[in-house]
């Protein structure tokens, strides 16, 4: 089976440019969540996503968004893209939310964003 | 702030020492979780402690949850090059994850 996949891979991009990042969860988990994980830092909890609703979002600005799909795919969106959003972005998905007990979570390799 | 403190924040020692690694905060956690995580790709889950007091074996590795839940260590034993990585502690009350500061550890052999 696939694990969670990410695109791209990696992505350059000028101050004030806005970028999308795509997820794919594993087949049958209907939770996704985005994480920011600067150089040396541990990651950082930006959405939480269940059944294509938003159900947790952790402290950054709202020039971040996301968005889960049908399909259970999620894009995250940065607008106005500033020098410090250079990072690796991460998704994870699991079966069921946070609020419902742990879930285990699988991440993806990430995309690594770098602003010029 | 942040909301899980991880100690050392880097840690050098040679193959077959031992170590620990310690996750601490002011918070109680209804569980707590430790990854793994190599360059260039996305963290591991190497296992979850829910009960307080609880232990857990994992080959080498011994995790324990602190009996308050608010605090939990990483033991390994006998550390071997292929241990090598950044150690992440990680928990959520409700609708948000929190990951520790992270432990940078390199086994020399």
């Known amino acids: 089976d696939a694990g969670v996949t990410q695109s791209p891979t990696h992505l350059i991009k000028t101050r004030g440019q806005h970028v999308t990042l795509r997820c794919s969860p594993i087949?049958?988990?209907?939770?996704v969540s985005w994480y920011q994980q600067v150089l040396g830092q541990g990651p950082q909890f930006i959405f939480q996503?269940?059944?294509?609703?938003?159900?947790g979002r952790g402290n950054f600005p709202d020039r971040f968004s996301a968005r889960q799909f049908p399909n259970y795919s999620s894009e995250l969106n940065v607008n106005a893209l500033l020098l410090g959003d250079s990072a690796l972005y991460l998704c994870?998905?699991?079966?069921?939310?946070?609020?419902?007990?742990?879930?285990?979570?699988?991440f993806g390799p990430g995309t690594r964003l770098t602003v010029l | 702030t942040q909301l899980l403190e991880q100690s050392p924040q880097f840690l050098s020692i040679q193959e077959g020492e031992n170590l620990t690694v310690y996750c601490n905060s002011s918070?109680?956690?209804?569980?707590l979780q430790w990854y793994r995580q190599e360059p260039g790709e996305g963290p591991v889950l190497l296992v979850t402690?829910?009960?307080?007091?609880e232990v857990k074996k994992l080959k080498r590795l011994t995790f324990q949850f602190g009996d308050a839940r608010k605090d939990s260590s990483l033991h390994i034993t006998a550390a071997q090059p292929g241990d090598t990585g950044l150690y992440l502690c990680?928990?959520?009350?409700?609708?948000?994850?929190?990951f520790g500061t992270g432990t940078s550890l390199t086994v020399i052999p």
């Open positions: 994870a998905s699991s079966l069921g939310s946070y609020s419902s007990s742990y879930n285990e979570q699988f």
């Open positions: 087949s049958g988990h209907k939770s």
């Open positions: 996503y269940y059944e294509k609703e938003e159900r």
């Open positions: 918070s109680v956690f209804s569980s």
């Open positions: 402690v829910v009960t307080g007091g």
């Open positions: 990680a928990g959520g009350p409700g609708n948000q994850f929190y």
